[in-house]
């Protein structure tokens, strides 16, 4: 008896389903005991399948958007909310800051990339005004953030909702996987501007230039900072910030760097908030966020 | 509570060596050794549960058992959800969530409210609609809004879904009049337990305090006209003046 497993997507990049796909020869192991009845990548199936497991990637940006991430929820039995953009509203997210009409007057009306003046036809979906969440719409059963999530994470969710008794997903942060040392190096000076750092084997933190790893869900295995790059926190909060509501992510970043090199807290922080649109980028549109100073980011960007 | 002594565990693949928790811990239950860079617990009796380690550690890679924890009755139930359904549970948590010690922590904040109210109004007298106002206006610079609500409907709208905890509200907008159908109401609730006659203290803090929030937002000046109070439901009648553009 094979897995059903059907997919959606909404407003997002196609990157998770991409992601699905990277699992390469891991794919060949599950199609015997998965069968997947839709992907719209794939497959040319514009109903909705009943199936056991239902993958919904993207935000809920416009009317169709809403209409699919229903009638997934009504044909699904367990609904996985796949990628940050599910999740929190991901990059898609960030259009909280304007309302629907603005998005349009500014796309069509303006004359960026057209004659101005020159508006969509009837076809395409209504836009609306804001984004939200799946789970603004719907119960969603699991969450797998990431940006896309790692194929190591896909295969250990999948596997995980194969045999529920197999405890696959730790909560951890990005730190968990780095092989960067986190060690108290001072005097130094904050890197404004900067993603990298000159030496490739201590913490980020340590060397004054912001990275987001601390504060972020390990969904990625650590693979930025590994590589030489400071994390921008793609796959959204940890469990921590999310959960407590005096926690917050320029504020964590803040104690840990000052900790860490002796930069006063209050300076880092400033800095984090005129960096605003950069540092929340992924997880502004969740109502998780709702309740931190991030709702500040309008004032920070000004 | 058994009285075993407290469990700290450090997953040392996850520990990248910081001794941030070394320096936090108020009662020195680690310590570290340049030698192995990972830091060791030397004093897990010494522990009192105040997981400041567990919140500055930057992987998440201490983990705790046998500590007493603080019940906590405020949490946001849709983060806790989101958290529990990303993984299994990397934190301790002492939420309370049966029914019987929410009514408890409902009836407590209640008994906290009235006497704060009391106090207000024996140290204010008149003043005290002005403090709710003051309460509404600078709850709005805090509240999240992302986007500036554009008309009259959709602040209402927006308050309607913020203050959905604590209150059932049907606005109803004609022209320049409001009328706001309070059903579910946690001051009411409040106000039958104890005994409290309706369109008290508490009653007019609280009505202040939304149109408080409610002028800060829309610039709108509401002017109550007319309120009637019931066991079911209260209706409050304004008038809005719109600033003279």
Partial sequence: ?302 | MNNSAPEITIDEKACVGCALCADICPTKVFEYSESDAVPGVVKAHECFGCLSCTEICPATAISHSNIRMSQVFYHDPKALALAKKTGETALVYNVIEEEESLKQAEEDLGMRLLSVASVLKQTLGQSLPAVGTMAGRSLATQLPRYQHPESVEDVLAMIVHMFSGAWEIEPELSDDKLTLTVGKCFIRDLCGREGISLGGDLCVLFYNYLAGYFNKISGIRPRLTKASRGQEQCVYEVKLYKPSS
């Fill in chain 1, 1 to 302: 008896m094979k897995i059903k497993i059907s997919t959606e997507w909404l407003s997002g990049c196609s990157g998770c389903h991409v992601a699905v796909v990277d699992l390469h020869e891991k794919l060949i192991n599950l199609t015997d005991s998965v069968e997947f009845v839709r992907v719209p990548v794939l497959m040319d199936e514009r109903e909705y399948p009943r199936a056991d497991v239902g993958i919904v990637e993207g935000a809920i940006r416009s009317e169709h958007d809403r209409a699919a991430c229903i009638k997934m929820r009504e044909s699904v039995k367990t609904l996985i909310a796949f990628g940050t953009c599910a999740v929190y509203g991901g990059p898609s997210g960030v259009g909280w800051l304007y309302r629907g009409d603005s998005v349009l007057e500014k796309a069509y009306g303006a004359g960026m990339t057209n004659a101005p003046g020159e508006w969509p036809d009837s076809n395409a979906p209504k836009l609306e005004q804001s984004v939200v969440p799946i789970d603004e719409i719907v119960t969603v059963d699991r969450y797998l953030p990431g940006c896309p999530p790692h194929p190591y994470w896909i295969a250990s969710a999948i596997t995980g909702l194969l045999s529920p008794e197999k405890k696959s997903m730790v909560q951890k942060t990005v730190c968990s996987r780095c092989e960067r040392t986190m060690k108290k190096v001072s005097p130094v000076a904050l890197q404004k501007g900067n993603v990298t750092a000159a030496d490739d084997t201590v913490c980020f933190l340590s060397q004054g230039v912001v990275c987001m790893g601390s504060v972020t869900m390990e969904r990625c295995l650590a693979q930025c900072p590994n590589k030489g790059v400071a994390c921008s926190g793609c796959a959204g909060p940890s469990t921590d910030i999310i959960t407590e509501p005096h926690l917050d992510m320029r504020t964590m970043i803040a104690r840990r760097m000052s900790m860490l090199t002796g930069i006063e807290e209050q300076e880092i922080r400033q800095y984090i908030e005129d960096e605003a649109r950069t540092y929340y980028a992924y997880a502004m549109a969740s109502p998780v966020m709702y309740k931190k100073p991030a709702v500040k980011i309008r004032e920070w960007a000004q």
